[in-house]
């Protein structure tokens, strides 16, 4: 009886149990999908075994009657593999998983969804072949798969997705022609497949999409002609084919892509003509043909695109004149024609596009004035006439009406001043000017242009001193005044300059000391004086100036020694100081600047001997020239260690003793001018000084060529070379003949490493 | 999305196709002493980047990256800059092959690839440089044969392919008779001078 009553009690217990416990089917499966990923920051934590239903888990929706038709999981950091069991869920509409870091591949059976409208599975890790089982999801709508790393090519099988509207594959590793079953989704609105490498030509079925909308292929291996096929679809807004192989002429067809607002053609190799047809174009918007082989002039008729905003066409080959009804195009905010072979002047009529912001027809022959009327572009930001023939003067009003950004008209013929009013509104950044024959002073307005990263107005014949103002333009990375005719001191508030990298001041009438306030230029990396009029010693805080890559102090009069500081500049390429008035020794120090390839020291009056340290200098190739000195003593045989040297001066000295054999070992050696000096001796004879000419060595009473009547030398088994290839015990025959008449070493006398030159020979 | 397929790409400053070519180079290689750090794709053009040098029609002459630390692929944009008079980047620790572009280089005077981990075989492009002076490729883990056609480079002066993995034999016509065993040492398995007139079948499968 009691056993009785336990069974009962027992059989409702669990009953209740069961009832309050279930999961339903559909959180199940959910559950077993979440298994198979990885959730670091716990954003499906929610995801309960314990509920019935998964309609309030994270990224869930359902149905009002509690079936799962979304499941959104976008960057929740999720990664792991994805498991296809989530495909069981019948009533899915909706699947998004991107923006997250799962990997593996896309499981083959991930295609039993049954109502599957949108997967995105964009901007993961995935890694496998084109994932053709999902071809089978014949509901499909929107397939987005951007962003991984799928490879293989997109087979037939895809047109078996008739509902598709959105193909979206864009940057992966696909491979491949696109398959012409393209043809039968009638209802595709959006190809996006760019940034992958799909190769071929564009199959004629393409055409047959009646829906398209934007064709999106840019940045693959596409190749063949213009897809003429194409203007039968008058949906088509948008032609993005740019980076890619086409080739041929762009057809006159064009004219019948009426629905075009984008046709981006840039970066593939079009030749032949602008067709006049584009005009044609009513709707176009942005226009992309740039950096391409499109010869021919621009086509008038370009003008009647009067809906156009953007128009590049730059990097071609373009000829004749830049047509002035362009200026008709009222909504124009970009117009770039840099690069191309256009002539005649710049049509003032441009200066009617009122909405222009970028203008950039740089790099062609185009000739006459700049149009005063650019004056009146309020929305003016970057404005580029570079390397053309322009002459006349710059529009005096030039930044009153307009936030300048970027100014650029360099190389070019102007004349008169520079625009008091160009950073009127303290945004221009960029300002150059240079190889024009600009004339007068800088404008009050750049002193307090606080904007201003770069200056620069090179060559020109500009007049006027580097005033204390301009040292608060503290954004200031470059200043170019080189070859001008500025005059007077460099100010000791040049220490302002804290952002400066580049200061060229070369090829003026600066006077006065370095000021030593140049030490504060922590960031200098350029520093260029050379032909002035300045004087006075190197400041030894110039030594501060660690970042300092070419100092060029050449053709002043600064007097004093070379402060020891100097050899601290250790990532010094180029070193020029020569034709001053520089005295005391060449300091070792300068033996540290490892990274020096030019060593230019002539034309001073350095005294003493060459530091041996000089041999350190293993970078050096272009020169080291210290000819023109008062230079005495030994040539040190570490020089020998410059094996990259090409060219090496040291006349008109007063060196004396003999050639060391290294200096022989300089295979790079080009040119070896000892001529004047007091050396004594046989000048080397191995092949690159064989071919070096007598000039080099004249003016040396005691110094002989080997071959003239009055060297002296013990005869030699061998006058060649003679190679000698892995052979133990044989010797490599230098024509070092006279090695054997003064054998008393040169090496003695300096401290330096052996030479493999040596070596061989001891 | 929609940045990624219909940017106006053109940047707002020209870059000239040299300074494309070098901004490749940037992208190739790890910069970590930001040696690179003046090449900046948004200036004018190249011959304000550092340890760039340009002639007076701002053409690139020189580049000079020698012991910069770098490492990271030479890339074959490189072939591009056809001023190029020196090519200096020896001493990093740049890997991969020597891209055969780098023949294209009409104008080269050195090509300095010495010290680094350079592997795959010497191209036979090079023999097109027909302005070279100094070959130094020493230093590296180069494989494969020294080509043949490197002989018809009348004007070279200094050859280095020392310390290297190069097999097969030496050429000796042309240039290649005024050098010495100083530039093919240390490579275990070059077979010595080729023997003219004498055919020879590889026993050790040199590529």
Redesign the interface.
């Known amino acids: 009886m009691g056993g009785q009553k336990n069974l009962h009690l027992t059989i409702l217990f669990s009953c209740i149990i069961v009832l309050v416990q279930s999961l339903n089917e559909e959180g199940t499966i959910l559950l077993e999908f979440k298994n198979s990923l990885n959730d670091p920051y716990l954003n499906l934590q929610n995801w309960n075994s314990l509920d019935s239903n998964p309609c309030n888990w994270t990224g869930i929706l359902c149905s009002s009657n509690y079936k799962v038709i979304s499941v959104h999981l976008s960057g929740l950091n999720l990664s792991g593999s994805l498991s296809s069991s989530i495909c069981r869920l019948p009533f899915l509409m909706k699947m998004n998983v991107s923006q997250n870091f799962i990997s593996g591949p896309i499981p083959d059976n991930f295609n039993c969804f049954r109502n599957l409208e949108i997967l995105d599975l964009c901007t993961n890790r995935f890694h496998c072949e084109f994932p053709n089982q999902i071809c089978n999801i014949t509901t499909l709508r929107k397939l987005y798969l951007?962003e991984n790393y799928l490879f293989g090519e997109i087979l037939d099988e895809i047109g078996n997705l008739v509902s598709l509207e959105e193909l979206?594959i864009?940057?992966n590793n696909l491979t491949g022609e696109i398959p012409s079953s393209v043809g039968k989704l009638k209802r595709l609105k959006i190809i996006?497949a760019?940034?992958n490498y799909l190769s071929g030509p564009l199959p004629v079925e393409i055409s047959e999409c009646e829906s398209l909308s934007v064709l999106?292929l840019?940045e693959n291996w596409l190749e063949g002609p213009f897809p003429i096929q194409l203007q039968k679809l008058k949906s088509l807004t948008?032609l993005?084919l740019?980076n890619n192989q086409f080739s041929g002429e762009i057809p006159p067809e064009i004219g019948n892509f009426t629905s075009l607002e984008?046709l981006?053609l840039?970066g593939n190799k079009f030749t032949g003509a602008i067709p006049k047809e584009i005009g044609k174009l009513a709707q176009l918007k942005?226009l992309?043909i740039?950096t391409n082989q499109l010869n021919g002039t621009i086509p008038v008729e370009l003008a009647d695109c009067l809906n156009a905003v953007?128009i590049?066409l730059?990097e071609n080959r373009l000829t004749g004149f830049i047509p002035k009804n362009l200026g008709r195009i009222s909504n124009l905010v970009?117009l770039?024609l840099?690069?191309n072979h256009l002539q005649g002047n710049i049509p003032n009529e441009l200066g009617q596009l009122k909405e222009l912001r970028?203008l950039?027809l740089?790099?062609n022959n185009l000739t006459g004035s700049i149009p005063l009327e650019f004056q009146n572009l309020r929305f003016l930001k970057?404005f580029?006439l570079?390397n053309n023939h322009l002459n006349g003067i710059i529009p005096p009003f030039l930044g009153f009406n307009s936030n300048l950004s970027?100014v650029?008209i360099s190389k070019n013929n102007l004349v008169g001043s520079i625009p008091p009013n160009i950073c009127r509104f303290q945004k221009l950044t960029?300002l150059?000017l240079g190889s024009n024959k600009l004339s007068g002073n800088i404008p009050h307005g750049l002193k307090t242009c606080k904007s201003l990263e770069?200056l620069m107005l090179g060559d020109n014949l500009l007049t006027g001193s580097l005033s204390v103002e301009y040292t608060k333009l503290q954004n200031l990375s470059?200043l170019e005044l080189y070859q001008n005719r500025f005059s007077g001191l460099i100010p000791s508030e040049v220490g302002n300059f804290r952002n400066i990298?580049?200061l060229l001041l070369s090829h003026n009438h600066f006077t006065g000391h370095i000021p030593s306030e140049i030490g504060k230029l922590v960031k200098l990396?350029?520093f260029n004086v050379s032909s002035n009029r300045l004087f006075g010693s190197i400041p030894q805080e110039l030594g501060n100036c660690v970042n300092l890559?070419r100092l060029d102090l050449s053709g002043n009069f600064f007097t004093g020694s070379i402060p020891d500081k100097i050899g601290m500049l250790v990532k010094l390429?180029l070193l020029m100081i020569s034709d001053n008035r520089f005295t005391g020794l060449i300091p070792g120090s300068l033996g540290g600047l490892?990274?020096l390839?030019e060593l230019q020291m002539g034309g001073n009056v350095f005294s003493g001997a060459i530091p041996f340290e000089l041999g350190q200098l293993g970078?050096l190739?272009i020169s080291l020239n210290i000819s023109h000195n008062n230079l005495t003593g030994l040539i040190p045989s570490s020089l020998g260690n410059l094996q990259?040297l090409e060219s090496l001066f040291l006349n008109d000295n007063q060196l004396s003793g003999e050639i060391p054999n290294s200096i022989g070992g300089l295979?790079?050696l080009?040119e070896c001018n000892l001529s004047n000096n007091n050396l004594v001796g046989v000048v080397p004879n191995t092949?690159?000084f064989q071919k070096m000419d007598a000039s080099n060595f004249v003016g040396n009473n005691g110094l002989c060529v080997l071959g003239s009547n009055h060297c002296r030398l013990l005869p030699s088994p061998s006058l060649s070379?003679n190679?000698?290839?892995?052979k133990k015990g044989s010797r490599?025959k230098n024509s070092q003949h006279c090695f054997n008449l003064y054998r008393n070493d040169l090496a003695d006398f300096h401290r330096v490493s052996l030479l493999?030159y040596e070596k061989t020979e001891a | 999305?929609n940045n990624?397929?219909?940017c106006?790409?053109?940047s707002?400053?020209?870059v000239l196709l040299t300074g494309d070519a070098l901004y490749a180079l940037r992208r190739g290689v790890s910069d970590p002493e930001n040696v690179l750090q003046?090449w900046d794709p948004t200036?004018?053009d190249p011959c304000?980047w550092?340890?760039v040098t340009c002639d007076a029609d701002n053409r690139v002459t020189r580049l000079?990256l020698?012991?910069a630390k770098l490492t990271g692929k030479l890339v074959p944009e490189l072939g591009k800059l056809e001023r190029l008079q020196?090519l200096?980047l020896y001493m990093n620790n740049l890997m991969g092959p020597v891209p055969a572009e780098l023949g294209q280089l009409k104008s080269l005077v050195?090509l300095?690839l010495y010290h680094n981990n350079l592997t795959g075989f010497v191209p036979p492009s090079l023999s097109n440089l027909s302005n070279l002076?100094?070959l130094r490729l020493n230093g590296n883990r180069l494989t494969g044969r020294i080509p043949r056609e490197l002989t018809k480079l009348g004007s070279l002066?200094?050859f280095d392919v020392s310390n290297n993995d190069l097999c097969g034999t030496?050429p000796t016509s042309g240039s290649f008779s005024?050098?010495?065993?100083?530039s093919f040492?240390n490579n275990s398995r070059l077979e010595?001078?080729e023997l003219m007139g004498f055919v020879r079948y590889d026993v050790g499968g040199c590529k």
């Open positions: 951007c979206v864009y940057s996006r760019g940034r999106g840019a948008s993005i740019w984008l981006a840039n942005r992309y740039y953007e590049d730059s970009l770039y840099f690069e970028k950039d740089s790099i970057d580029q570079f970027i650029d960029f150059s770069q470059a990298e580049r990396a350029a890559e390429e490892i990274r390839t970078a190739q990259m295979r790079s080009m092949p690159a070379p190679p000698s290839w892995f490599k493999d | 999305m990624l397929l219909f106006s790409c053109s707002s400053i020209v003046s200036l004018v304000t550092f340890h000079d020698g012991n020196y200096e050195s300095d002076k100094f002066k200094i030496i005024k050098f010495t065993d100083e040492m010595g001078p």
